[in-house]
Every structure is written in C-alpha cells, then in structure tokens.
C-alpha cells in the first residue's frame, strides 16, 4: 500500500499568479452545484476569484479553449469533455492518465495541466459513506467515470470489480485498467442474469435520468446502491432501489471531495496540500451545494 500511495502522488503546477478566472465547463451543465460550491471556498479563503459557468459541446471544446486569454486561472470540466481535456493537457497526473480523463485543468505558462480529482473524491466519499472496506463491487456503466471509479476502488483495497455495461464490448480495456490498481475486473451485461453473486457494493455512474429495468433492480437491490448521481435527488435509479427496499447513497460527498480537490489545485498547484482552514471551506461548500439544490 505503501508503494501504490506514493505512485498516486499529483504532479505539481504552478498556477498563473494573476489570474483569476474560472468555470465549470459540459453538455449539459445547468444543473452543475459546482458555482456555488467554489464561491463557497473562496469566500472562506478571502480570495477575489470569479467561477461561472459555460455550456460547451464536445465538438466545440478545443476550439472554445483556445479563446481563453491569461486572465484564465483553470476550469473543472464534467461530461462528455473529460477526454478531451485529457488531450488537451501538456502534463497529465497518474490517474488521469490511467483512466484517460481529466476533470481539472489549471493554466501554467507551458499550457494545461490536467488532473482527474474524481478518483480520490470517489474514495473519500466512499469512506465517508461506510464503504471503505468494500471487496467485491458492481459498477453500472462504461464511461470515463466508470474508469475513476476502478482506480478509487483499487485505492481502497477492493479486490473484484464487476462493470456492467450496455456494451460490453467497448469497456474491454477496463481488465487491463483493474490490472494497473491491483482489481481483477469482469465486464458483464445490464441483465438480470448477470447479478448472480454477492457483491459489497452496487456503484452506479449512470446519468442520473437513467432507468434500468424491473428485473435488474429486483436481482440487484439487496446490495446497497452509492449513485454518483446527486441533482435531483433521489436518482431515477436511486428511486428504484429505494421502491425494491434497497439502501442509497448519493453522489453528493464525491461531488464536495472531487471539487474540494480541484480548488487546492487551483490554490496552489497540488491538489494533495490541504487548504488553510479545510474543514471550514468544505462544510461551507456543502452548505452552498445544499441550497442550490433546493
């Protein structure tokens, strides 16, 4: 463990000392807590920084980027552009390079460095949650969240991971990903016939609009479900569990973890440093995400 903790160390940056701009960038991204949040933390931190919002289609990302000027300091960047900040990234973190996202890129003098804070906000999340010592785990879905989730998983100790997927096909690289983190991964169907061993943990990374079917919820409910998902609450899927007499768990403490992450990069280049006053800055971004969603 030891050995893996030091592998899992960020790379360091050096922020533009100026610069004061940021955003949260996807498609769609109305929903997003994540402008309250950080102006929740920079208030706390007495810091003059403006955090906003842009809708930004996948196609027109890099394109986008480029027009960004040196009063840009970063941008947390959700769904569907976590593989082309990856690519656009001059330095890239281990497990961003691992799992093929980027969820943070913060401007340096040589170009974006990217970091993905949804691993380890993933963990603390799980910890937080009770999950910590989970074994064997279902992961609903194949996107890059899907990926995260493996490599937090492997942080943790978990040693099976079962990732069903609509295609199962297309996840394949998801063995050698578990091979990298110590987690011998199995992808299976989104089928009920699939649900046939115990498992610690059902963790979905499905949209939150998302609906499996009766019969999968029925052969999968007794085992807790943590949904990444967080706004609206509960989840579509989130429902369903609860309907079949399953336990739930949003997606919000991974939410707080992931960005408290992204603001400590943004602050100092190093999203392991923790932030003066820490725990005050993250029950006040909690608080914000709380209000936001109502």
Do not use: C
Not at 50 to 74: M, N, P, S
Not at 80 to 86: D, Q, S
């Amino acid at each position: 463990m030891v050995q893996r903790q030091s592998e899992q160390r960020m790379l360091s940056a050096e922020p533009r000392p100026s610069a004061r701009r940021l955003a949260v960038w996807g498609d769609p991204i109305a929903h997003s807590l994540s402008p309250a949040m950080h102006a929740a933390a920079y208030a706390v931190l007495g810091l003059d920084w403006d955090y906003g919002r842009e809708q930004v289609a996948e196609h027109e990302f890099d394109k986008t980027l480029a027009r960004l000027d040196g009063t840009w300091r970063g941008l947390s960047v959700t769904m569907p552009l976590k593989e082309r900040a990856w690519a656009a990234s001059v330095r890239r973190s281990r497990t961003a390079e691992l799992t093929r996202a980027v969820n943070t890129l913060l401007f340096t003098e040589a170009g974006p460095v990217g970091i993905n804070t949804d691993v380890a906000g993933l963990a603390a999340a799980l910890r937080e949650a009770g999950f910590g010592g989970v074994d064997a785990v279902r992961v609903l879905g194949g996107g890059r969240t899907a990926a995260s989730a493996i490599v937090s998983l492997g942080e943790l100790g978990a040693h099976h991971v079962t990732v069903h997927a609509r295609r199962p096909e297309a996840v394949a690289d998801f063995v050698a990903l578990g091979e990298a983190t110590g987690v011998s991964v199995t992808i299976a169907p989104l089928h009920a016939d699939a649900f046939d061993d115990a498992a610690d943990l059902v963790l979905s990374t499905l949209p939150g609009g998302t609906a499996l079917a009766d019969e999968v919820v029925a052969a999968a409910a007794s085992t807790p479900l943590f949904d990444v998902a967080y706004n609206p609450w509960p989840s579509v899927l989130g429902e369903q569990w609860r309907e079949a007499g399953g336990a739930i768990t949003s997606g919000a403490g991974m939410l707080a973890q992931q960005a408290l992450r992204q603001i400590r990069f943004f602050v100092s280049g190093d999203d392991t440093h923790p932030l003066p006053d820490e725990a005050t800055v993250l029950a006040a971004m909690r608080q914000a995400a709380a209000g936001s969603a109502h």
